[in-house]
């Protein structure tokens, strides 16, 4: 784990984890459901794929086998 | 030949950004820009037969790929973000070329102005909020009137009630919790409660709030987090991010 300068500092002191080690659920939280939003003929046909609803059901299968696993 | 798609990770108003040189993104590719009337796309060249919607639909199933894509896509968006205010754009973003980019940036210039002035000097905060449910509540001692079975059922009522009021309880600390950091935040916006069972915790998530705040008000916004702690919820602070949440150019007038 690197910690970087005073921030870093004192993100480690309040318990944070540092940004290499973002949670994948916190940034679909982000990457799915914000950002800018492009629709319309530009795009290659991605709006038409529920990827949030897809990308959930991805993760609380793999969240069930490794509960499975242990 | 394969064909190929330009993905674009994110916009920026146009200023030098030195030091992004031999940036690679999603499936390794490297990242370049896009100039256009004064603003910059980040992207990068993807082969189709991984990022066309087909491929896609399967890829965005497998774990490993989503991951390491939401992960390469990210850190693009950190870099970029470490340097100028941006707007990222959401994950397998792919333009069957640069024209159809730049056609974007013309069309939208004004929107993306606005939203890059709006997240110029800010950062995003996540918090969020639990509460522990199973854990007993307040020992009710109830007087044993009418035999065991009354009792139980008293006992059992007294835990509902309990239960009921510690989730009240929690919740409306939950709401106070949002309300005091969106008057600090510039803005603020309610992400879905991510269930149990992506959270990886045990407890119902309460909040999952996303906090857009100005760099000279940080240290007051942390403060106040670390103060609100041990209310009766369990608070977790992520960040700083890359504006993600306020940046979404299709939603209007969500303040």
Redesign the interface.
């Known amino acids: 784990m690197t910690v970087d300068g005073p921030r870093g500092a004192a993100l480690a002191e ?1 318990g ?2 540092p ?1 290499e080690r ?18 319309g003929d ?5 709006a ?2 529920d ?1 949030v609803r ?11 086998e490794n509960l499975g696993e242990a | 030949m394969t064909d190929t798609g330009t993905y674009l990770y994110a916009v920026t108003e146009e200023t030098p950004s030195p030091g992004l040189e031999g940036l690679h993104g999603v499936a390794d590719t490297e990242v370049r820009t896009i100039p256009c009337e004064g603003l910059v796309a980040y992207v990068s060249t993807v082969p189709l037969d991984q990022f066309g919607a087909e491929p896609l639909r399967r890829s965005m199933e497998d774990l490993d790929w989503l991951s390491e894509t939401a992960g390469a896509h990210h850190h693009v968006v950190e870099e970029v973000a470490d340097r100028a205010p941006v707007a990222p754009v959401r994950l397998v973003t792919v333009y069957r070329g640069d024209e159809q980019v730049k056609d974007l940036l013309r069309a939208r210039h004004d929107d993306f102005v606005d939203v890059l002035s709006s997240v110029a000097g800010r950062r995003e905060w996540g918090v969020k909020a639990y509460v522990d449910l199973s854990a007993p509540g307040p020992a009710q001692t109830a007087p044993s009137l009418g035999g065991p079975g009354t009792a139980y059922l008293k006992r059992r009522q007294a835990g509902l009630r309990s239960r009921e009021e510690a989730w009240r309880q929690a919740a409306s600390e939950a709401e106070r919790l949002h309300e005091t950091l969106s008057s600090i935040a510039v803005a603020s916006h309610r992400h879905r409660a991510q269930d149990p069972e992506l959270s990886g915790r045990k407890e119902a998530m309460l909040l999952n709030g996303a906090y857009l705040v100005e760099r000279s008000r940080d240290d007051e916004f942390l403060k106040t987090v670390d103060d609100l702690r041990d209310r009766g919820v369990e608070i977790e602070l992520t960040g700083p991010w890359a504006p993600y949440s306020f940046t979404d150019l299709e939603v209007r007038g969500d303040g």
């Open positions: 309040q944070r984890l940004a973002v949670a994948l659920v916190d940034l679909l939280d982000r990457l799915l459901a914000g950002g800018v939003v492009v629709s530009l795009v290659l046909s991605i038409d794929i990827l897809i990308s959930l059901r991805v993760l609380i299968m793999s969240v069930r």
